[in-house]
């Protein structure tokens, strides 16, 4: 089953997220984590947010960032 990671930062409403996700993607398994290898694994990953995507990267650290920018670079 294909997976979609939702990064956790450990703020918002993450839980509306995944449910939304789970309502519009059925066949996809939806993970909320922090955990770099579930992110690194996922074939989708949801940065949630409200548009401030700049300061949230620059908050990110160690193997989670690396984990989030492989993803982005992979993105077509």
Do not use: F, Y
Request: net charge negative; proline share 7%.
């Amino acid at each position: 089953m294909p997976r979609i990671a939702v990064v956790d930062l450990g703020t918002g409403n993450l839980h509306s997220v995944a449910k939304a996700l789970e309502h519009v993607a059925p066949a996809h398994r939806i993970e909320v984590s922090s955990d770099p290898g579930v992110i690194g694994q996922a074939g989708h990953v949801v940065l949630p947010g409200q548009g401030a995507v700049g300061t949230w990267l620059n908050a990110l650290q160690g193997d989670l960032k690396d984990a989030i920018l492989l993803a982005l670079d992979s993105c077509p």
